[in-house]
């Protein structure tokens, strides 16, 4: 079973199939219409180089974001920091997180509860993808703590084995490209109460 290709990969080869699109085919129009393949080299030049420019402003704009999301900040924290940095995060999503012990977890770095649901989070910052081992985990967590359902979370991604483990055990598994997108979430929405506490102070003034 071949690995999932990143929500990123999938971007990137996107845009590499469109550089060379923007070259094929207004150079056959061209060609076709005037039948100079002089003109028809001129015209795919000048649209490779508008297509370049746009994947250029493509690109700034998603180191923007990355930045803006905070990842690289995860991408330096230890374990322990990890762990805390989620409960911050799934209690912006309404969720009460509880941050277990270092020692004797049973499997589960978090516990999160809501509208009556318990989920157990077990958390991996890492520098490679995640294995079977932390999705054998927080399947022993779900029994343990009682859990209606169990999470991985990572900053990175997960095997082939993992992916497959988890689809057949009903374990969601959160990786890279979801977190950042979680991660923004949370920013866009404290900047929203953040804009509207200091507007209603202007207001009261």
């Not at 845009?15 to 795919?44: H, K, R, W």
């Not at 799934?90 to 318990?118: H, I, M, P």
Request: proline share 0%; net charge positive.
């Amino acid at each position: 079973m071949a690995r999932r290709k990143s929500k990123a990969k999938q971007q990137e080869e996107f845009l590499q199939a469109v550089l060379g699109a923007s070259f094929v085919f207004p150079s056959l129009l061209t060609y076709m219409v005037t039948s100079s393949l002089q003109i028809a080299g001129i015209v795919g030049g000048v649209c490779v180089v508008a297509s370049i420019c746009f994947m250029i402003h493509i690109a700034n704009l998603k180191r923007e974001r990355l930045k803006r999301s905070g990842i690289a900040e995860i991408d330096k924290m230890d374990g322990i920091q990890f762990e805390k940095y989620l409960g911050h995060l799934f209690r912006s999503q309404g969720y009460k997180a509880e941050v277990t012990q270092a020692a004797g977890d049973y499997g589960a770095d978090l516990v999160l509860t809501k509208d009556s649901k318990r989920i157990v989070v077990q958390a991996k910052r890492y520098s490679k993808n995640v294995g079977l081992k932390a999705v054998q985990e927080v399947q022993g967590a779900i029994a343990h703590y009682r859990a209606s359902s169990g999470w991985v979370v990572t900053n990175s991604d997960y095997t082939a084995q993992a992916f497959k483990l988890a689809k057949s055990n009903g374990v969601r598994l959160i990786n890279r490209d979801e977190l950042i997108e979680m991660l923004l979430q949370m920013k866009d929405k404290l900047s929203g109460a953040k804009s509207a506490a200091t507007a209603e102070k202007k207001t009261s003034a």
